[in-house]
């Protein structure tokens, strides 16, 4: 079974520009998740999907962050513009059911600097 | 907010030794638990899950334990090996929505 693909592996980019990261999640797998991972912390919640609807958000800074999951399968994550701290590693993971006991199978995620 | 964290930043084992990461939770509705595995470079990786209806599950060289009381999870990994040196998260599932929450983390280090 192939796993949660994400792409770029790295980014390197200056303040203000514009950035984005694209999620192929696990055939079938209806519930997809982005993370933020800063250095040395564990994953924050970005947001998470069911199909193509959006579950949560609350934690997405709406200001310069955006997500779609426009066919209810690939996602993108977009940041514009970047700052200094939005330096991080975005995880997308991905899990069958929205049900409480199913685990989340994560990407090898994208590491972001910003310059 | 309510959130996850752990006890012990680092923790140090010999090769062969037990050992034991522990982490509180504060969310006393939450329903499921997760230990996940994180080697550099690598996304979490699932090791194993308690769900708040059992107080011990046992894997393969794993045990998690819970202790609702006291909101404590811990992870016991047997034998360690240097295979097993990275950072280890628990995290909890939100029974309605599925939101999963991460703690802060422990880093493991095998010593040969």
């Known amino acids: 079974e192939a796993g949660v693909a994400q792409s770029p592996r790295y980014k390197i980019i200056e303040k203000r520009q514009s950035v984005a990261f694209w999620c192929n999640p696990i055939s079938g797998h209806a519930t997809l998740y982005w993370y933020q991972q800063i250095l040395g912390q564990g994953p924050k919640l970005l947001i998470q999907?069911?199909?193509?609807?959006?579950?949560?958000d609350s934690q997405l800074p709406k200001d310069r962050f955006s997500a779609e999951r426009l066919k209810g399968v690939d996602s993108t994550l977009k940041i514009q513009p970047a700052k200094l701290e939005d330096s991080a590693v975005y995880l997308c993971a991905s899990s069958l059911l929205l049900t409480v006991n199913t685990e989340a199978f994560f990407g090898q995620g994208t590491r972001l600097t910003v310059v | 907010g309510e959130s996850v964290g752990l006890h012990l930043p680092t923790l140090s084992v010999q090769e062969g030794d037990n050992s034991i990461i522990n982490c509180a939770y504060s969310?006393?509705?939450?329903?499921?638990f997760i230990w996940y595995k994180q080697e550099s470079g690598k996304g979490p990786q699932f090791i194993i899950d308690?769900?708040?209806?059992?107080d011990k599950r046992q894997g393969q060289r794993v045990t998690v334990l819970l202790n609702k009381t006291v909101k404590h999870l811990s992870l016991q990994i047997a034998a360690t090996q240097p295979g097993d040196s990275a950072v280890y998260f628990c995290?909890?599932?939100?029974?309605?929505?599925?939101?999963?929450?991460f703690g802060q983390g422990t880093e493991l280090s095998v010593k040969p």
């Open positions: 308690i769900r708040s209806n059992m």
């Open positions: 999907f069911q199909n193509n609807g959006v579950v949560d």
């Open positions: 969310n006393s509705a939450s329903d499921y």
């Open positions: 995290a909890e599932k939100e029974n309605q929505g599925g939101k999963l929450i």
